[in-house]
């Protein structure tokens, strides 16, 4: 009893120390591939430190006691959601918990290497974690549950192709999948809201809370088609890069030791993606000729 009453005062504590204010996004929407007005995104908190806790000391009735966005914040964190939280053995918890979670972005903020692509999302394998920018510039940022060891999500470029708002698994039917948007299209494989377990869990899939999943359904572009076959130009370029450890501790505790152990620089995405970049414009301007052309022919 002493245990758990000690857990909800340091929890409390934590929420005392936290920043009131919260930051709204907008959020962009609609398949054109012009330019989009894009939200800045607030400077990082100096110093921002974190703990690795036991949940089983923590207490999961204190978490569940917070508010919602910072209780976000730590599902981020996580790579969890609410339904797995009490299954987790051990937590990274900010000292300071922040109630927008892009404060906590393990991405760059800008990439001028990106400033001439209109969209792009990047998943990180160990990290657990994707990336969205606009013309270089992290719209959103959060946490995915990808590949199992079994079923290894495939690593590389690809492209946002087909869409569906409630979709069915190929796997089996009566896995429901929200906000599906495909990148794989002959072998199934796409990023959708589904169960996020703390760690590397689907087949093959890139899991999202629903919240993301539905920013992610709408932000994206698909691909323009010509008929059933034919591709006339690639949606939104998604790159899906990395190794996770499997059998080894979950990365994300690497911050109690080291609160930048996760973080990407501008120059490390500017590597990632430079080896694709001129195929990427190329697909780009496709969709572009494709959108000029339509206006023209409406006016």
């Known amino acids: 009893m002493l245990k758990n009453t000690i857990a909800i005062l340091s929890i409390t504590s934590i929420l005392a120390m936290s920043c009131e204010q919260t930051t709204t996004q907008s959020n962009s929407t609609g398949d054109s591939a012009t330019t989009k007005t894009v939200t800045p995104i607030p400077s990082q908190p100096v110093n921002i430190t974190y703990r690795a806790m036991s949940t089983k000391d923590l207490g999961v009735a204190a978490l569940k006691n917070m508010d919602s966005n910072r209780l976000q914040t730590i599902y981020t964190l996580n790579r969890v959601d609410k339904e797995h939280l009490s299954k987790i053995d051990t937590l990274i918890i900010p000292d300071n918990v922040q109630a927008d979670v892009m404060q906590y972005s393990i991405f760059p903020k800008d990439v001028p290497a990106l400033q001439n692509v209109n969209k792009i999302i990047f998943f990180s394998y160990p990290a657990e974690a994707f990336a969205a920018y606009d013309h270089g510039k992290l719209v959103r940022w959060g946490a995915t549950n990808m590949g199992r060891k079994k079923d290894p999500t495939p690593t590389g470029l690809t492209y946002a192709n087909w869409k569906k708002e409630v979709d069915t698994s190929s796997v089996k039917d009566e896995w429901i999948l929200k906000w599906n948007v495909n990148i794989l299209n002959k072998d199934g ?24 999943a539905a920013y992610l359904y709408q932000w994206v572009d698909q691909w323009t088609m010509k008929g059933t076959d034919d591709i006339k130009a690639h949606g939104t370029p998604v790159m899906v890069f990395g190794a996770y450890p499997f059998g080894g501790r979950k990365p994300w505790l690497a911050l109690a030791q080291n609160p930048h152990a996760l973080d990407m620089s501008a120059n490390d995405i500017q590597a990632l993606i430079q080896p694709n970049l001129q195929e990427i414009m190329t697909e780009q301007q496709k969709t572009e000729a494709i959108l000029a052309a339509k206006s023209t022919a409406s006016k």
């Open 189 to 212: 494989v796409g990023f959708h809201e589904y169960d996020l377990p703390g760690y590397p869990a689907s087949h093959s899939c890139l899991r999202l809370m629903d919240a993301d």
